[in-house]
């Protein structure tokens, strides 16, 4: 008889879902739980780590500024995805080399964002009425080269737009009204500020996911 030899196999199983309670009972005594290891999902402070990482090792020092990589963060924290926030740094450095500019800007990064996601269309715009429009065409050009945009801007630029459109601009509460439900149907982002700019009034911003390009295209009235 051929001699039988035992040979001892390590093995090590990776799975996004929790697997222990759809194994038999002698696969559990095998593997033991003790042996499970469970990674927690990346914080937005993980994914500025891992972004700034890559920055340093593809693009060239002084082509990107440091809110360009929190911005970045931030929107991949949405879903806690490194994948995501290392394609959108990849793409926005490309849409910056393709228009040739100098630096990645916060349009580039909302471009590559509407690339890969697909958030704002046509069909979504239409859908938004006159008056959330107007609001989110404020903010698109009031955000065009930054990052984020105070309130207080935006509601100086949504007022220039009313005037330009011939409509009567909303009061504030109404306008913040607008603003939230934008952020409801994911058009923007709003946060409180945790060290606002002396004198600067008031102390939300908003960050708007959709490129300005796009909206400033639409010269149409609103209907």
């Given amino acids: 008889d051929a001699e039988t030899t035992r040979v001892s196999l390590s093995l090590i199983l990776i799975s996004q879902q929790y697997m222990m ?34 920055a340093k090792m593809a693009i060239i020092d002084g082509c990107y500024e440091e809110d360009i990589l ?3 963060a931030d929107i991949a924290s949405e879903t806690s995805d490194a994948r995501c926030a290392i394609e959108l740094l990849d793409r926005s450095a490309r849409i910056a080399e393709s228009r040739g500019a100098s630096a990645i800007t916060g349009e580039d990064v909302r ?6 996601i697909g958030l704002v269309d046509a069909e979504k715009l239409v859908a938004l009425g ?9 903010i698109a050009r009031c955000i065009r080269h930054k990052v984020y945009v ?5 509601e100086k630029t949504y007022a220039v737009v009313c005037e ?4 009567e601009a909303k009061k504030h509460t109404r306008v913040w009204s607008l603003v939230t439900d934008l952020e409801k149907k994911g058009m923007i982002k709003t946060f409180k500020r945790t060290e606002p700019e ?18 400033s295209r639409r010269r149409s009235r609103p209907s």
């Fill in 111 to 116: 471009e590559s964002k509407n690339m890969m």
């Fill in 164 to 167: 330009e459109y011939e409509v």
């Fill in 150 to 154: 105070t309130m207080a801007a935006a």
């Fill in 70 to 72: 929190d911005f970045i």
């Fill in 21 to 54: 309670d759809r194994l038999d009972t002698a696969s559990i005594s095998t593997f033991k739980r003790s042996n499970t290891v469970r990674f927690r999902r990346y914080t937005k402070e993980d994914l500025r780590t891992i972004v700034e990482s890559r």
């Fill in 130 to 138: 006159k008056s959330r429009l107007l609001v989110l065409l404020a």
């Fill in 198 to 215: 002396r004198g600067a009034e008031p102390s939300s911003t908003s960050r708007c996911p959709t490129s300005p390009r796009r909206c």
